[in-house]
């Protein structure tokens, strides 16, 4: 409800990626999405179980119910940095590695997730930051939300009750115990921050002109000196935003295969009109007229 106020004397931030953010978390996460696809397979030949890929390039499955006599069977893979990949090539690969070990089998379904990882590869999962007593957070799951959050549940509500479990340090996001393990992995991420955060700014643009976008597609623009992110629908007409990322103003790029723009450096999406569709990012971006 709009302007509605509720009061809590605990408050969990479970939002995926922490809708405000005082103690910096997004520092410690890495953004990251895969691809999905889903076939209908017959009941009979359900694997019976989750599964992951030992090799590079893992892929996950499993299965969930479908029509009488058959189960949807699940895959996953192709991960990638958002605003870094190509979707559409991931899908073909992901459907191809479906068709090879399921033979006969037609996808009918597919789509992405997003998910953090943290850089010391725990979760975060307890008291939001040093000063907080009754505000807690979970997140950095690093793809593993199924398992993860049971556990995730588990430890806030013996920690709101009283009686935190004798593991609840291992992932509390204060913890010191890490620190050196977490150096590497933290200053190579902000690098990569960093580096994109430079070199889109060294970068003239994505297309030399709004003439050369198909339908379909999208492209960052400079246009009478600034730069703007363009869409092109189906039907020719072109939609044009600020090409800033609203959290901290790094340069989007599109995703062909979902239609979205998307942030490299800590992972927010928009549709092509601007709108948020993923944090952290919490302000559309600028409409622009070309």
């Known amino acids: 409800m709009p302007g509605a106020v509720v009061t809590s004397q605990d408050v969990i931030v479970a939002t995926h990626y922490p809708v405000f953010d005082r103690a910096l978390l997004f520092t410690r996460l890495s953004p990251r999405r895969e ?47 958002p605003g ?10 992901l459907t191809a590695w479906t068709r090879r070990h399921f033979p006969g089998t037609e996808v009918a379904y597919r789509w992405a997730a997003q998910d953090n990882d943290a850089t010391d590869t725990v979760p975060l999962v307890g008291p939001f930051h040093p000063g907080s007593s009754h505000t807690y957070v979970a997140t950095g799951f690093g793809g593993w939300g ?19 479990p004798s593991w609840a340090g291992l992932y509390d996001p204060r913890r010191l115990w890490s620190a050196v ?20 700014r060294l970068r003239s643009s994505h297309a030399d002109s709004v003439a050369e976008i198909a339908p379909g597609s999208g492209a960052v623009v400079r246009v009478r000196g600034r730069r703007c992110a363009v869409y092109r629908d189906e039907g020719g007409t072109t ?34 009109d601007g709108s948020v569709l993923q944090g952290p990012a919490n302000t559309p971006l600028k409409a622009r007229d070309i």
């Open 181 to 200: 393990r977490e150096a590497p992995a933290f200053l190579k991420h902000q690098a990569e921050v960093t580096q994109h955060f430079v070199s889109d």
């Open 239 to 272: 939609h044009a935003v600020s090409a800033r990322c609203t959290r901290l103003g790094c340069l989007v790029a599109f995703n062909s295969a979902e239609r979205a723009w998307e942030c490299p450096c800590h992972g927010s999406r928009f549709a092509p």
């Open 146 to 164: 199924m398992s993860g959050g049971v556990m995730a549940g588990q430890l806030l509500t013996g920690l709101i009750t009283g009686s935190g």
């Open 84 to 93: 870094t990949g190509d979707a559409r090539e991931g899908f073909a690969r």
């Open 35 to 81: 691809l999905v696809v889903a076939a209908p397979i017959a009941a009979d030949r359900d694997p019976d179980g989750m599964y992951i890929t030992a090799e590079e390039g893992k892929r996950s499955l499993r299965t969930a119910p479908y029509d009488e006599g058959q189960r949807l069977l699940i895959v996953t893979g192709e991960t990638f940095k």
